[in-house]
C-alpha cells in the first residue's frame, strides 16, 4: 500500500468496510503537490483506471473527500452509482470520521474536463487550480445526506476555500 500524508493506515482500514468489499491494496494514483494542481494533470492520471478514494486537505486543516465506485472520466456529464460515498475525516466540527450516503438515484460525481474531482450535485466541488482559487465549495448536502447537522460546514469550514492537498487511490478489491 502506497502511504498517504493525510491520514493514518487505521483510515485505510475504515475504507474497507465503507466500501464493503475486502480491498487488496491501495496505489496512489495521483497527489496534487506532487502531479500539479490543474484539471488535465487529474484527468491525464486518474481517468480511466477504476474505483478511486480520494482526499482533500482544505485551507483550514481539514480533510474529506469522497469514493467514486466507478472510473474518473472526462465527459462533463453526472455518472455513477449508489455505492459512491463522501465523507469527512478531520475538522473543525469535531465529527468523527463519517461517511455520507446519497439520497439520489444520480448525480454522484461528475467528470469535468475542466474540473477536479466532483462529487454530487456539488457537495463537493474541486475546481482546475484548486490551490490558487477560492473557488472550490461545498453545496451540502445536496446528492448525499447530511447526518451530522453541520451541512455546508461539514467538510471545510467555509463555503469556498483553496486545496492545500489532493490525494487520489487506486483500489485494487480482492477477488
Not at 13 to 28: C, K
Request: with cysteine; net charge negative.
Amino acid at each position: 500500500m502506497d502511504c498517504s500524508n493525510l491520514i493514518s493506515n487505521d483510515i485505510f482500514t475504515l475504507f474497507d468496510s465503507w466500501v464493503n468489499q475486502s480491498i487488496n491494496s491501495y496505489t496512489l494514483l495521483y497527489r496534487a503537490t506532487r502531479d500539479g494542481f490543474d484539471s488535465s494533470s487529474f484527468h491525464s492520471t486518474c481517468d480511466n483506471r477504476g474505483p478511486t478514494i480520494t482526499l482533500i486537505q482544505s485551507d483550514d486543516g481539514n480533510v474529506f473527500g469522497g469514493y467514486n465506485s466507478q472510473s474518473w472520466n472526462s465527459n462533463d456529464e453526472f455518472y455513477g452509482d449508489n455505492k459512491c460515498f463522501i465523507f469527512t475525516i478531520k475538522n473543525k466540527n469535531n465529527i468523527g470520521p463519517t461517511k455520507y450516503i446519497s439520497n439520489k438515484n444520480g448525480d454522484f460525481v461528475y467528470g469535468g474536463v475542466n474540473d477536479g474531482p466532483i462529487f454530487g450535485f456539488h457537495d463537493i466541488r474541486i475546481m482546475k487550480n484548486s490551490n490558487k482559487c477560492q473557488t472550490n465549495y461545498q453545496s451540502f448536502p445536496n446528492t448525499y445526506q447530511d447526518t451530522s447537522g453541520f451541512k455546508g460546514r461539514t467538510f471545510a469550514s467555509t463555503f469556498t476555500f483553496k486545496v492545500e492537498e489532493i490525494e487520489i487511490f487506486k483500489i485494487e478489491k480482492r477477488e
